[in-house]
């Protein structure tokens, strides 16, 4: 049992008494719960907000509302144990919270760490500006722990360079950084051991389950709360069992390190029905709201390599997500922001269909990750990536609108993880983030999971006929219709060669459109439903 933490009162605002005026604010967002925030440095004050109009922006999933409430409201009581005077507003706006604490202590000076999303940078920066014009100095600290390479740093590394692939960047954050290094070379004499950690299924190992949490007293409130002010909400509130403290999502980290990692690196592209988590850290959620902090990752792992506890496989695999995928993630993000939102590389329209969010479809493999998503928020990458986005380009999705699907259901979803992640893996940013499409036929899934292809309705040997697995019949369709465009990739040589041989192509073609046109339908109707 994960050790649970003191529960206190929430209180909303602190009264300001004539000492706490004035002065700087240290403004505090949601997902910058950090252990050791810079901007706290001189701070006479916290500001922290509950913006009604951004937790009723989405449809989110109730346990990313329940988790980002929880984690704000203990993080507020961590800091007023520690002699912190917390102003937590709850009010229909941001902006409104904002003007109500300057009308209230009157700060000279207000500082904080940048917004990691875009749209809320620029408002800040903006507003930044306003208060500039009333005296009030708003200033961004430069020091984020959210991230290892800086914004400014990603783009001197980008600066001349033809086309950006993660491998070069990951290489250049280990020599920096250090980590699995024997001097100027990488451990092992190899950077990268991702062909050792794609074992499918067929040798799959039973994982230990993630830890056992039981949400304490003030967390058992948020859900409540949930409840009450959200019966819509997407998902299942319940059970909850993700850290909200950073004693907690410490000990998360420990358990994963010693019980799940020494295996991770093999089958980390492994998917079960059965077992959502496998051998995952299930960490970004706490990555990405500072309960966690990338060094803190990083070191935890290499460390547990360095004592002989796991094998160099497992520990790069799992570094190399952190210093490599998750920062390429954010640079891409910011050199390319805002364009980056608006791509649509192969002109995809369609809706996303409304099985989606009931999970109501015969395709087991997304039938099971739907019904996942509902019940934990969450699933690792390869169900993201080779199921739900490689369908999104294979049924031709607007890029955006899945984009805003994975925000809504996704507890470690947001904007600058979401936009490269998706937009990128669907190609529709025309190579900025991936250099190839990642599509692929039922083959692929078939040979990954255990639980799928098994029992479901569809065969996964098929590609014609109304047995045949629609990610059969969608790839093939795919690929002609974008051949045009695909030919001008090297790395979709080899795939073109093989749908020159298909004869049954017609066939083929007449099918996915009619699954699509279904599809569509059926979520143009429960959209009428809804209205």
């Known amino acids: 049992m994960l050790c649970q933490p003191r529960c206190y009162d929430l209180v909303e605002v602190g009264k300001a008494s004539a000492q706490a005026m004035a002065g700087t604010t240290a403004l505090i967002f949601g997902t910058q719960l950090y252990a050791e925030q810079p901007a706290l440095q001189g701070a006479d004050r916290v500001l922290m907000v509950e913006s009604a109009a951004r937790l009723r922006s989405k449809a989110w999933h109730a346990q990313k509302l329940i988790f980002i409430l929880s984690a704000m409201r203990h993080y507020a009581e961590q800091l007023r144990q520690r002699g912190i005077l917390v102003d937590y507003r709850r009010a229909p706006s941001f902006e409104q919270a904002l003007k109500a604490h300057i009308a209230e202590y009157q700060p000279e000076r207000i500082q904080c760490v940048p917004p990691h999303e875009y749209a809320a940078d620029q408002i800040m920066r903006r507003r930044a500006a306003q208060l500039a014009a009333r005296g009030i100095t708003v200033h961004f600290t430069e020091d984020d722990p959210a991230f290892l390479c800086a914004r400014h740093e990603f783009a001197a590394w980008a600066r001349g360079k033809r086309q950006l692939i993660m491998e070069p960047f990951y290489r250049w954050q280990r020599q920096r950084l250090g980590y699995l290094m024997d001097g100027a070379q990488p451990l092992g004499g190899r950077w990268n051991f991702d062909q050792e950690n794609r074992r499918g299924a067929a040798t799959l190992p039973t994982a230990p389950p993630l830890p056992s949490l039981v949400p304490d007293t003030l967390t058992q409130r948020v859900i409540e709360e949930v409840r009450r002010d959200f019966p819509n909400a997407f998902g299942e509130p319940e059970p909850f069992r993700y850290p909200t403290t950073h004693a907690q999502a410490a000990e998360w980290l420990e358990r994963f390190i010693a019980e799940r990692l020494a295996n991770f690196g093999a089958w980390e592209d492994a998917m079960s029905a059965d077992d959502p988590f496998l051998f995952h850290s299930v960490c970004a ?154 599509v692929a036929s039922a083959a692929y899934i078939k040979k990954m999971s255990r639980g799928y292809c098994e029992r479901c309705h569809y065969d996964p040997n098929l590609r014609v006929g109304e047995r045949a697995c629609p990610f059969n019949t969608l790839y093939w369709d795919f690929l002609a219709r974008h051949a045009e465009k695909l030919a001008k990739n090297h790395r979709m040589a080899l795939i073109l060669k093989g749908l020159a041989k298909r004869n049954d192509l017609p066939a083929i073609q007449a099918r996915a459109e009619a699954l699509r046109r279904t599809w569509a339908l059926q979520s143009a109707a429960d959209r009428g439903a809804e209205a």
Not at 300 to 329: D, H, T, Y
Not at 339 to 344: L, S, V
Not at 359 to 380: D, F, K, V
Request: glycine fraction near 6%.
């Open 285 to 438: 959620l706490l990555l990405n709201v500072g309960l966690l902090t990338p060094r803190q990752a990083a070191d935890a792992a290499q460390r547990a390599f360095e004592r002989g506890n796991i094998p160099l496989q497992s520990a790069e695999g799992f570094i190399r997500q952190i210093i490599g995928w998750r920062e390429f993630v954010y640079g891409i993000y910011w050199l390319h922001m805002p364009a980056y939102a608006q791509q649509n590389f192969f002109a995809h329209h369609n809706p996303v269909p409304s099985f989606f969010w009931s999970g109501e479809t015969p395709m087991r493999c997304l039938a099971q990750t739907i019904s996942t998503i509902r019940q934990h928020a969450y699933t690792h990458h390869i169900p993201r990536l080779m199921l739900l986005v490689n369908f999104g380009n294979l049924a031709a999705l607007d890029p955006a609108a899945l984009t805003d699907w994975f925000m809504s259901v996704y507890i470690d979803a947001y904007d600058w993880v979401m936009q490269p992640n998706v937009l990128g893996f669907l190609y529709a940013d025309g190579g900025k983030m991936a250099t190839k499409p990642y």
